[in-house]
Structures are given as structure tokens and as C-alpha cells.
């Protein structure tokens, strides 16, 4: 089972602004997490619909799963500090 992946315009924004090393990383990440269900991924509490995290190095990727479309869609990609707020 594979995951179609989408961004959120402010996801987008936020990849665009990284160092094209680092935006590689979590391409593969979240490539590697839609083809396989596998990676450092956490459930957010206090979200509904559930919210995840995945753990890029010193970067968070939050993104929510629509499991009946099987589209992951990409909510924001910030660094290990600002991820929460």
C-alpha cells in the first residue's frame, strides 16, 4: 500500500526555504514513510483528526493521513524547537 503525498501551501513554502541537503532528507522521509509505514513517526495528542510527527534529524514533519484515499498530506516542516507552537 502507498500513500500519495501532498503539501499545504505553507508546507511548501516552509521546504523551499531549506537547504536543498536537508529538503532532500525529508523528501526521502516522508517517500520512504508513504511506500512503507515506517519511520520515527508519533501521534500528536489533542488532534482531531489525528496529527503525526515525523522525526527528520533536527526537523518535524507534521502531516495527518487520510487512510481511505491513501493521500498523506503534509502540514508544516519546522525544526526540532518551533514544531509545536
Do not use: C
Not at 53 to 81: I, M, Q
Request: charged share 25%; no cysteine.
Amino acid at each position: 500500500m502507498s500513500l500519495e503525498i501532498r503539501w499545504s501551501a505553507i508546507a511548501e513554502r516552509e521546504a523551499r526555504h531549506l537547504d536543498p541537503p536537508v529538503n532532500r532528507r525529508i523528501v526521502t522521509a516522508l517517500e520512504n514513510y508513504a511506500a512503507t509505514s515506517h519511520g520515527n513517526i508519533k501521534r500528536l495528542t489533542g488532534y482531531n483528526p489525528p496529527q503525526y510527527r515525523l522525526r527528520v534529524g533536527d526537523w518535524r514533519v507534521r502531516f495527518t493521513v487520510d487512510w481511505e484515499a491513501h493521500v498523506l498530506y503534509v502540514l508544516s516542516v519546522r525544526p526540532r524547537g518551533g514544531a509545536y507552537r
